[in-house]
């Protein structure tokens, strides 16, 4: 059995415990290689949240006239249903605590060469099955020095290197945009302004708004920088927006991140400097005490900030492919961020559509009716299917042209452009 585990990737990330537990099963059990395969994800999985070992969930029946494929069925059945019933609960984070801030990172920034700047937004799907405003991406910077256990930035980059394009002004004055670009993101490689002016990237991207007056340009953080506001001040169709999230899965999930309070004296801080900003409450964690702290984080985003404010805000939730699955599973990272039902969704996986929209809905109701029924912000849900959008805001899209069209109007309404 020990050539076996070679067959299944994911096998390195058990430890002996747990490699010999399954050794000893299969001695017992002629499992095929489906079941052997959940089974090692299994054991996975369960260490990374912390709820114990597979032995601890594995049952033999306790009839001994059950033999062979029958009490194979039972067993591997009856494991099923426990994880089952843990993935269909909210995630419980009273007693986690990740360990990943215990482990050091080497991040090691060097300057490099390399091909497009431009890249595209990664959710759209064949047939329009989710609404994308068809966002292009400025990727000036790849990997994240933070450690966000759900990130997908780890899937596409498998080093610790944080690599900065080299000759970056030059690169971006003769850039060469396509016909009808108007929407430009720069925080889907790495976080847009955790650098700060590191190897003057941002004296780059002030030129580049500069040049290109009518192209709205949106950095995203996690961060609470604020060094970087005089660099970018007087820019209409500059946007700096936070990813929030709640307090705990901030604490337990975004490791390195600055806090919520941290992100929004941030934003404070830009919009007093007249810098246009915008939230996104990304991803939305289905987690025991969400209704309490998403609202909360609402509430505090309403109080300290008038809409008109606000160009945009979005709702997220976790979608994952299954390479970011895979990459998830074998980090060994203590994390609960996978404890949940999975549903595919156009390619990807995901909560249900139904438990989408009962955390959508409730978290856009929890907004006052002001900010709802107003011209601003611009609130729209982020790589979802067109189908969610009427129950949750009441009115939906009929294409993506349709939503990039009312996008591109409330933005540039919002800005003055």
Known sequence: MMQEFEKYPLSKALNDQDRNFINELAA??????????????????LRQWDVGSLSDFWSENPN??????NKTKWAFNTLLEKIEAIRREPTDYKNFKSDYLKKEKDIIVESFDYGNLLGRCPCPAEGEQTRCCNLLTLDVVRQ????????????????NQILFASNIKERLLNLELPKNCWHIGTGQSSDSLLWGNKHGIL???REFALKHQKVVIELKTKSSRTDWINNLSNLKNIVATWS???PTVIDKEEHGTSSLDKRLEAAREAADKGIAIGFHLHPVVHFDRWQEEYEGVIEKVTTLFAPQELTMFSFGTLTFTKEVLRELRSSK???RILQMEFFEIAGKYSYSDQLKITL????FNAFPQSWREGQHPFFYLCMEKPQLWE???????NSNKDFEDAMKKSYFLSLNL
């Open 28 to 45: 017992n059990h002629r499992f095929s290689f489906q079941q052997l395969r959940i089974l090692i994800q299994t054991a996975v999985e």
């Open 391 to 397: 129950p949750v805001f009441g009115y939906s899209y």
């Open 203 to 205: 004296d780059a991207l």
């Open 360 to 363: 959508f809905k409730r978290l």
């Open 244 to 246: 929030l999230n709640a």
């Open 333 to 335: 990272n203590k994390s």
């Open 64 to 69: 001994p006239n059950v033999e062979g494929k």
């Open 144 to 159: 994240c020095g933070f450690g966000c256990s759900y990130c997908s930035i780890q899937s596409f980059y498998h080093n």
